[in-house]
């Protein structure tokens, strides 16, 4: 059975990218007023004020938790992560909902400024002698993880989440940083395959990420009998669950061959 070989990402390109999406948001919810924050997302129940609240956590992990001693377990990878995220749904939604009532209660201006506040801490964090420290380890909700790949999966959170604050208050293009937007594609990509193992589908993502995978004759040479290709967006909404297949299908999603239906397969991400 083919495996999927773990990316690697210059820690130096992902802090930019992480500094270029946050900056985005920060500037967006900075333009928000309080009808806003009261305004619907497609996250179940949050309103924009607890999408602000999680980004606030995504931003606030590394500064909270960079000391915290580490559990006895060997250091986890990003497509791990990937593969447990949907078992802490009932938290997140929880924490979400407490930060709403403990640090994002207020008003317009005191939800940026909070939000602010938490990305200043996280830049102070990394700037750190522990920040900077080579292999320096973190815990997170599902095992210790090494700082720099954490950092990846905060890259995933960023664009994710950004792409619902822009569905949210209907703006059309969201600022993604390209690397951010790429990191997240190809993760994405890659765990799809490891979830899906095979060789019978290729699925394009073109410019950033094509992946083999689904149970069945693997293709070797020639045009692939199994194909499905989109767009980075289209496919990280359809990784996470916020785009249905059918919906995407021949408009921002072509897929052809009898084993290219991978809708039974998604999301990736919970």
Known sequence: MPTVKPRTYDPVKV???LTGQLDAIAAAVRALDD????LPTRLGEWRVRELVAHLGMVASWVPLHLHDPLPPQAPITPLYWASQTRTAAATINSTAVELVAEQFAGDAAQVSGELDRQIGELWKALDSEEGR???????????????????????VETVVHADD???????????HDRFALASTARL?????AVQVPGGAVELRIPP????????GPRHTRGTPPNVVETDPLTWIRL?????????ALDTALTASG?????????PVLG
């Open 15 to 17: 802090r930019a990218a």
């Open 35 to 38: 009808a806003q924050l009261a």
């Open 133 to 155: 420290e080579p292999g320096r380890i973190i815990p997170m909700r599902f095992g210790p993880m090494p700082l720099a790949d954490f950092l990846v999966t905060r890259l």
């Open 165 to 175: 604050l822009a569905a949210a208050l209907d703006i059309d293009a969201f600022p």
């Open 188 to 192: 994405l990509a890659d765990a799809f």
């Open 208 to 215: 950033y990420a094509v992946v083999q995978a689904v149970e």
């Open 239 to 247: 990784a996470t669950g916020r785009l249905a297949w059918s919906d």
């Open 258 to 266: 009898e084993r290219s239906d991978l809708s039974g397969y998604l």
